[in-house]
């Protein structure tokens, strides 16, 4: 008898481990404690377009003119898209964690794809343009956030969120450099993009946004690169325009379609 | 019976069930996944502060090694002309010998004195204005600079990746078969990370083994005489000898070089470098982020008379007496310096060209 209460014992002590150990497995299919159900969860690609003035961006070339006048080129545009969240109709966020380095020459990386997203309306987007300083602070860090990528500094340790460099014709005819490394903590800035109303489901899986240059470079601050077409974040006379620019980034990307 | 037949064929089928659960959730687990290299027993001397090593770079024997090679290998500059020894030299505490400013692959100088490479791993951010945040991020600042290594990230990799021995090396320290700049980084700051230094005459005076002369003792308590040296608010006695802070020592009024204002675009932080550790101190001229001074009379003689009154200065040296010490008061303060030398460290095999 004592031999065969022992084995009931080992029974009943084997299946509670079977059960905690099965419910182990499960709790890693579980994403942020949610158990996806196939038909209301879905993967949401999200892609950008780069423009200047509603044109696509064409590289090396004197293609565009921002709202001061200045003529001018692109020869690279690189910036951070991170912690991408969408906002539901009854105002629930879903931030999706992630780092995205968008290289404008390079239409592979222009896009980027949220896992488990809620089929549902929503009312708009938001994310960072640029690194959160929870990540800023070092650079050992792969992906997106690999330094290799040159989107970091090497004296100062943090990531240039945003890069335009090219050339501007100045007020005297003349070609001159333009190099805008745009970074720093306090440069984070937040990118609201309100929409009347948009649905994700299983036929609207692809959210298609716009970046424009120019508008970067004309609301709500007008930027002149006369005199001012040379910043890296590191001197003091790089605060006006770090903060105008900031500023702009919200303005500078539109919604455009799902589908 | 039945009861029992029952039990045992609950207690088999509870048995397989765990089996294979157990079974599905090792699916995960590949039997030849790196564990990790062989733990670095770190020893520090009595004196120093306990190590805060980062959880995601734990020292390993492999690590170490590994980032002992990369700091003499020429192979991380752009014509592998340079490596980090090349201007930090074991003999002179990891300085680069008696030069002001070192010269970079190009033939093109520096703007400031290199450091002295000596208990990095109790220090918070490095270079003299703190711009690097971590040691490992640290890394990336001389191999890319222009005037130093001038060497692109990406073509740094490449080198390792396509070189006869590194693959396999990296292998060992952080398992994976392609190098990346993570490892690069964690490497070369594990090795860094065991270059202490502990053992000077005055470490050993702490531990009741040596004994300084009553000259360097009476240097000792000038050190610490807030009306005379007024040294410890800054350069803490006893451990690292350094605060590790950020501080204006009042060089000069209009600043050539802003220092760590630099960094965080703070006017406050206008001509504030780095406390450098003193340690050592005896071997590391010449002095300040510039150099400017090629003696240890020099110093002193800055800290006495010639500090200038800026609006940055910090506030214990804007409130110190000018001409408060004598010229036997900083003799005995420089010999007392000298206890800090320690030969052990500098004749360390461990950290030579491996």
Same mark, same amino acid.
């Given at each position: 008898?004592?031999?065969?209460? !022992?084995?009931?014992? #080992?029974?009943?002590?084997? +299946? @509670?481990?079977?059960?905690?150990?099965?419910?182990?497995?499960? $709790?890693? &299919?579980?994403?942020?404690?949610?158990?996806?159900?196939?038909?209301?969860?879905?993967?949401?690609?999200?892609?950008?377009?780069?423009?200047?003035?509603?044109?696509?961006?064409?590289?090396?070339?004197?293609?565009?003119?921002?709202?001061?006048?200045?003529?001018?080129?692109?020869?690279?545009?690189?910036?951070?898209?991170?912690?991408?969240?969408?906002?539901?109709?009854?105002? !629930?966020?879903?931030? #999706?964690?992630?780092?995205? +380095? @968008?290289?404008?020459?390079?239409?592979?990386?222009?896009?980027? $794809?949220? &896992?488990?997203?809620?089929?549902?309306?929503?009312?708009?987007?938001?994310?960072?343009?640029?690194?959160?300083?929870?990540?800023?602070?070092?650079?050992?860090?792969?992906?997106?956030?690999?330094?290799?990528?040159?989107?970091?500094?090497?004296?100062?340790?943090?990531?240039?969120?945003?890069?335009?460099?090219?050339?501007?014709?100045?007020?005297?005819?003349?070609?001159?450099?333009?190099?805008?490394? #745009?970074?720093?903590?306090?440069?984070?800035?937040?990118?609201?993009?309100?929409?009347?109303?948009?649905?994700?489901?299983?036929?609207?899986?692809?959210?298609?946004?716009?970046?424009?240059?120019?508008?970067?470079?004309?609301?709500?601050?007008?930027?002149?690169?006369?005199?001012?077409?040379?910043?890296?974040?590191?001197?003091?006379?790089?605060?006006?325009?770090?903060?105008?620019?900031?500023?702009?980034?919200?303005?500078?990307?539109?919604?455009?379609?799902?589908? | 019976?039945?009861?029992?037949?029952?039990?045992?064929?609950?207690?088999?089928?509870?048995?397989?069930?765990?089996?294979?659960?157990?079974?599905?959730?090792?699916?995960?687990?590949?039997?030849?996944?790196?564990?990790?290299?062989?733990?670095?027993?770190?020893?520090?001397?009595?004196?120093?502060?306990?190590?805060?090593?980062?959880?995601?770079?734990?020292?390993?024997?492999?690590?170490?090694?590994?980032?002992?090679?990369?700091?003499?290998?020429?192979?991380?500059?752009?014509?592998?002309?340079?490596?980090?020894?090349?201007?930090?030299?074991?003999?002179?505490?990891?300085?680069?010998?008696?030069?002001?400013?070192?010269?970079?692959?190009?033939?093109?100088?520096?703007?400031?004195?290199?450091?002295?490479?000596?208990?990095?791993?109790?220090?918070?951010?490095?270079?003299?204005?703190?711009?690097?945040?971590?040691?490992?991020?640290?890394?990336?600042?001389?191999?890319?600079?222009?005037?130093?290594?001038?060497?692109?990230?990406?073509?740094?990799?490449?080198?390792?990746?396509?070189?006869?021995?590194?693959?396999?090396?990296?292998?060992?320290?952080?398992?994976?078969?392609?190098?990346?700049?993570?490892?690069?980084?964690?490497?070369?700051?594990?090795?860094?990370?065991?270059?202490?230094?502990?053992?000077?005459?005055?470490?050993?005076?702490?531990?009741?083994?040596?004994?300084?002369?009553?000259?360097?003792?009476?240097?000792?308590?000038?050190?610490?005489?807030?009306?005379?040296?007024?040294?410890?608010?800054?350069?803490?006695?006893?451990?690292?000898?350094?605060?590790?802070?950020?501080?204006?020592?009042?060089?000069?009024?209009?600043?050539?070089?802003?220092?760590?204002?630099?960094?965080?675009?703070?006017?406050?932080?206008?001509?504030?470098?780095?406390?450098?550790?003193?340690?050592?101190?005896?071997?590391?001229?010449?002095?300040?982020?510039?150099?400017?001074?090629?003696?240890?009379?020099?110093?002193?003689?800055?800290?006495?008379?010639?500090?200038?009154?800026?609006?940055?200065?910090?506030?214990?040296?804007?409130?110190?007496?000018?001409?408060?010490?004598?010229?036997?008061?900083?003799?005995?303060?420089?010999?007392?310096?000298?206890?800090?030398?320690?030969?052990?460290?500098?004749?360390?095999?461990?950290?030579?060209?491996?």
């Amino acid at each position: 008898m004592n031999i065969y209460s !022992s084995i009931n014992k #080992f029974a009943g002590i084997t +299946l @509670i481990t079977g059960a905690i150990l099965f419910s182990s497995c499960r $709790t890693k &299919d579980k994403i942020n404690g949610i158990t996806p159900e196939i038909k209301n969860y879905g993967s949401l690609t999200v892609k950008v377009s780069n423009e200047a003035g509603g044109q696509p961006i064409t590289f090396g070339t004197m293609s565009f003119t921002n709202a001061a006048g200045n003529k001018y080129s692109v020869d690279l545009l690189k910036y951070f898209v991170s912690n991408f969240t969408l906002i539901r109709n009854d105002g !629930s966020e879903r931030n #999706f964690g992630n780092y995205k +380095l @968008i290289d404008a020459s390079d239409t592979s990386t222009c896009s980027f $794809t949220l &896992d488990s997203v809620a089929n549902g309306s929503y009312k708009a987007i938001r994310f960072y343009l640029g690194v959160d300083s929870l990540h800023n602070h070092t650079v050992l860090n792969q992906g997106d956030l690999n330094p290799i990528s040159g989107m970091v500094w090497s004296w100062n340790t943090g990531y240039i969120f945003f890069k335009h460099e090219g050339s501007y014709i100045n007020d005297t005819g003349t070609s001159k450099i333009l190099l805008y490394h #745009f970074g720093t903590d306090a440069a984070l800035s937040t990118v609201d993009i309100p929409i009347t109303q948009f649905d994700i489901n299983s036929n609207k899986k692809t959210l298609y946004i716009k970046f424009d240059l120019n508008s970067l470079y004309n609301a709500p601050n007008t930027i002149n690169f006369t005199g001012n077409n040379f910043h890296q974040s590191t001197e003091l006379s790089d605060r006006i325009w770090l903060g105008n620019l900031r500023t702009n980034f919200s303005s500078s990307f539109t919604f455009d379609k799902v589908q | 019976m039945k009861t029992n037949k029952l039990s045992i064929i609950i207690t088999a089928a509870a048995l397989l069930l765990s089996t294979v659960v157990i079974d599905a959730c090792k699916k995960d687990i590949n039997p030849d996944a790196f564990t990790g290299g062989t733990p670095y027993l770190l020893i520090i001397p009595s004196g120093l502060p306990k190590m805060d090593i980062p959880a995601n770079n734990p020292l390993t024997v492999e690590g170490v090694a590994l980032g002992r090679k990369l700091f003499y290998d020429p192979i991380l500059s752009a014509n592998r002309t340079m490596s980090c020894a090349s201007c930090h030299n074991q003999s002179y505490s990891f300085t680069d010998s008696n030069k002001q400013f070192s010269t970079g692959i190009d033939g093109i100088k520096g703007t400031r004195n290199a450091m002295n490479l000596v208990n990095l791993g109790f220090q918070k951010k490095f270079f003299w204005d703190g711009g690097a945040a971590d040691l490992e991020s640290q890394v990336i600042g001389p191999i890319q600079n222009p005037v130093e290594m001038h060497e692109s990230l990406a073509n740094a990799i490449h080198k390792l990746n396509t070189d006869s021995v590194y693959p396999g090396l990296f292998k060992k320290a952080f398992g994976g078969d392609t190098i990346n700049t993570s490892m690069l980084m964690m490497a070369i700051a594990q090795f860094e990370r065991t270059m202490i230094s502990g053992n000077s005459k005055y470490d050993q005076y702490v531990r009741g083994v040596a004994t300084l002369t009553a000259q360097e003792l009476n240097g000792k308590q000038l050190f610490e005489d807030a009306s005379k040296g007024d040294c410890t608010h800054c350069h803490v006695l006893g451990s690292t000898f350094s605060d590790f802070e950020f501080k204006n020592n009042g060089l000069d009024s209009i600043y050539t070089d802003p220092g760590r204002y630099k960094i965080t675009l703070l006017a406050s932080d206008s001509g504030k470098f780095k406390t450098p550790s003193l340690r050592n101190i005896a071997l590391t001229a010449p002095y300040m982020h510039d150099g400017r001074f090629t003696t240890l009379q020099q110093c002193l003689d800055h800290y006495n008379t010639g500090f200038h009154y800026g609006a940055h200065l910090d506030p214990v040296l804007s409130t110190a007496v000018k001409g408060r010490m004598t010229a036997q008061d900083m003799t005995d303060i420089i010999a007392f310096l000298n206890t800090l030398t320690d030969t052990a460290f500098i004749n360390n095999p461990a950290f030579k060209h491996p």
